[in-house]
């Protein structure tokens, strides 16, 4: 049967069709075959009014394409439930339910008519059970969301306490004190720790600023400027 999105009229069975013409192929599979086809063409007096099938068995009435047909909202068939909720489908096929897109109207693009679903047709007899299962699914989502949320936020204050712990430790093992002329010394005989300025660069790992001794000791530019 054809159905028109415009009248939503069905075809009548046994009908000729009115006119045929050439349909151009735009997108060819398979190459070297004929590009045109023969497309027939119905008027509106050898349709009648749209009258969907009813839902049997537990099982909801779709087209060739596995859709159901929702132009309008009488044409939903009888025994069935319109659900517009996300995540209806996939949640319908782990409970067994069956269920169906709903095609409400068509998008045109690059000359081609692209399908719009919106939501799923169920049988009335699982619309509330699956309506309970979306319910306690979206509760589920919202709670771990919430959870990775705090998680995240204690990590990062993890990471901010270790980093200031590292700092102290550093400024305490080396007695970090600050010198005029823009370098950075250790007080204490033996070896003097320098750290010229043009030394400054970002470290890649904290992503801290730190300086540079010649003899490899890096520690942060923040610690020495604090004690300022």
């Given amino acids: ?21 050439k349909q151009k192929i735009l997108y060819d599979r398979y190459p070297g ?27 909801v009435p779709r087209n060739d ?7 309008k909202p009488w044409m939903l ?26 095609v409400t109207g068509f998008e045109f693009a690059r000359c081609r008519a692209v399908p719009v679903t919106n939501g799923v047709i169920v049988c009335e007899e699982f619309a509330e059970t699956l309506c309970c299962a979306w ?15 705090v998680e995240k936020i204690y990590d990062n204050w993890k990471l901010l306490i270790k980093s200031l712990l590292i700092k102290e430790k550093i400024l305490k093992k080396y007695d970090m004190t600050s010198e005029e002329g823009g370098s950075r010394k250790k007080k204490g005989g033996g070896h003097v ?5 043009r030394s400054k660069r970002k470290d890649k790992v904290t992503g801290q600023m ?8 890096v520690v942060p530019v923040e610690s020495c400027e604090e004690e300022l």
């Fill in 135 to 149: 319910e306690e699914q979206s509760r589920n989502h919202t709670e771990r969301t919430e959870e990775k949320r």
């Fill in 77 to 102: 068939p009888p025994g069935t439930v319109h659900l517009n909720l996300p995540g209806t489908y996939s949640l319908a096929r782990k409970l067994g339910i069956d269920a169906a897109h709903a």
């Fill in 193 to 197: 720790h320098v750290y010229p300025a």
């Fill in 33 to 59: 075959d004929d590009r045109w086809k023969d497309m027939p063409l119905y008027g509106d007096w050898q349709t009648q009014w749209y009258k969907p099938r009813p839902a049997e068995n537990g099982k």
């Fill in 65 to 71: 394409f596995g859709n159901v047909e929702l132009f």
């Fill in 1 to 21: 049967a054809v159905v028109s999105t415009q009248s939503t009229g069905q075809l009548r069975e046994g009908e000729v069709p009115y006119k045929i013409v």
């Fill in 210 to 217: 730190v300086q540079k001794c010649s003899c490899g000791l």
